[in-house]
């Protein structure tokens, strides 16, 4: 076959992934418009907010202490001077790091696939594995990138730090290949530094893919340039080292809170990633070729220590899974796109010609059903920018509903006011400048964490008495609550509260007086 037969070729069918992955690039901008809430995105609203009105000391997002967070990354951080420059709130500031995380993140596959081939095809193909090639089970958890989980988190900083990843991983693979300088590896060094802060769990991911890459790299890398990623190393620790909003290195001794909320990382592996079986048996086609192959390296690696977290009880360990999932789908849609580069119509009696088309038909078929598969599970990501009225039936029962957030006490409750109320409206509340009693996430930073929640519990635990009760109000500051009728806690008459609002679902907005 000659190589403009082969150009040919390709160009009958690669406009296809283009296209899919423009209508799905269109899809997420359109949810970026809406921005739906579940999950974390108060914390980083919340962090903006703190940023924004203390540059220097901004203190814990979420509770009313002088204490560091590691969710003050140099991605939030910048973000906060954002918003204190330019005057926008903290969701229009999300919004615009929701951009410029899916920018990154679209730009970093298609850096990162073209140092692995030349198809054309392959970078929109694999931006739609990476998508779709998940399960027939739908999951959402930040820092894994199916399209609904996406859509939840594309202005999360693990996006901003995926995004980075991809262009480390990709970078990293040409610096190696032409044995470049000193400064690109001081560059790249520095920007592990800042994947790493930005979002620990995936700065482990980007870490693993990097040692695959360097593990990978043909030929072998001479002594200067080995020497020269040593530098770059050694100036990624520097950084991580002096970073002054939290310290790093403490975050490695931090884990005990976060094992029980991970255990769910490792229940129903089959049906949340078992599509990703295709990827692994790319990559077994591509370990026969190389055994040094990056791309199962960098499986490799992930799988193995997401196991020896399922193992050993380290259930936070399973957030490396992207580490095993991202290598394997990127490797379905280039060896698809190999393949099917070669399909031309057989030439009379060419056999070799007949069974290259027909293995690449198998598994380009093979391929598109398991996409198809992935998309169906993910299709309520339409419902983010759709009215449910206008969805089919069997795809608005896909949908889940956003959160309403916290915007209706806004009126009342003022930056900086110490709100008390159960975990899932404590998840929300900061977001709109207001603290909570106790975090609505683990806190690894805050000393009282524990007397905090038990604060709260007992407020609301039947039983409690009216003067135990008052107890918690004073010693936190707490000038509004936020509970429903049954919650507990004081009641509707009691002199120490006054009724202010009625909110979403029932929820009542109460003064404390005096």
């Not at 094992?259 to 077994?284: K, M, T």
Request: net charge positive; proline share 7%.
């Amino acid at each position: 076959m000659t190589a403009g037969g082969r150009s040919r070729d390709e160009a009958r069918w690669a406009w296809v992934p283009w296209g899919v992955a423009g209508a799905v690039t269109a899809l997420l901008l359109a949810v970026i418009l809406r921005l739906p809430w579940v999950g974390d995105l108060g914390v980083h609203a919340a962090t903006i907010e703190r940023v924004r009105h203390d540059p220097l000391h901004p203190g814990d997002p979420l509770v009313d202490a002088d204490v560091p967070s590691p969710y003050y990354s140099p991605w939030t951080v910048l973000l906060g001077l954002l918003a204190k420059a330019t005057g926008a709130g903290a969701f229009g500031v999300l919004r615009g790091a929701a951009l410029v995380g899916l920018a990154l993140l679209l730009s970093g596959v298609w850096h990162f696939v073209r140092t692995l081939t030349d198809r054309r095809a392959a970078p929109p193909l694999a931006l739609l594995c990476v998508l779709f090639l998940w399960g027939p089970a739908l999951f959402e958890w930040s820092g894994f990138l199916g399209l609904n989980s996406l859509a939840l988190t594309v202005s999360y900083p693990s996006t901003f730090a995926l995004g980075l990843s991809f262009h480390l991983w990709g970078c990293l693979r040409e610096a190696l290949r032409a044995g470049s300088g000193r400064r690109v590896f001081l560059g790249l060094g520095a920007l592990w530094a800042v994947v790493l802060l930005t979002h620990q769990f995936t700065g482990v991911v980007a870490s693993l893919g990097a040692a695959a890459m360097l593990l990978g790299a043909r030929p072998w890398p001479a002594r200067p340039v080995l020497v020269r990623l040593a530098a770059g190393l050694a100036l990624g620790l520097v950084v991580l080292a002096v970073w002054p909003y939290y310290s790093f290195f403490d975050l490695l001794g931090a884990g005990a809170d976060l094992e029980e909320i991970h255990r769910a990382l490792y229940r129903d592996l089959p049906g949340r990633f078992g599509l990703a079986l295709l990827g692994v048996a790319a990559l077994a086609l591509r370990f026969r070729r190389d055994r040094r192959d990056p791309l199962v390296l960098f499986f490799a690696l992930g799988a193995v220590v997401f196991a020896a977290g399922g193992l050993s009880g380290h259930y936070a360990w399973g957030r490396v899974l992207p580490a095993a999932l991202i290598p394997a789908q990127v490797a379905a849609a280039v060896e698809v796109a190999g393949v099917l580069g070669t399909a031309l119509p057989p030439r009379p009696g060419a056999v070799g010609d007949r069974r290259r088309r027909t293995f690449a038909a198998a598994l380009a078929t093979t391929l598109t059903a398991a996409l198809a598969v992935g998309a169906w599970t993910q299709a309520g990501t339409l419902g983010y920018v759709l009215p449910k009225d206008a969805l089919p039936s069997a795809v608005a029962a896909k949908y889940r509903p956003p959160w309403p957030g916290y915007r209706w006490i806004t009126p009342w409750v003022r930056y900086g006011d110490v709100v008390l109320a159960k975990t899932f409206p404590a998840r929300q509340i900061p977001a709109y400048g207001a603290y909570t009693v106790a975090p609505g996430y683990p806190d690894f930073f805050l000393p009282d964490e524990v007397a905090r929640k038990d604060a709260v519990r007992r407020y609301f635990a039947p039983g409690t008495p009216r003067a135990e009760r008052l107890e918690v109000l004073r010693r936190y500051g707490v000038r509004w609550v936020v509970a429903y009728p049954g919650d507990g806690g004081l009641g509707e008459g009691d002199p120490a509260l006054r009724k202010v609002a009625v909110g979403v679902r029932g929820q009542v907005l109460y003064g404390v007086v005096g």
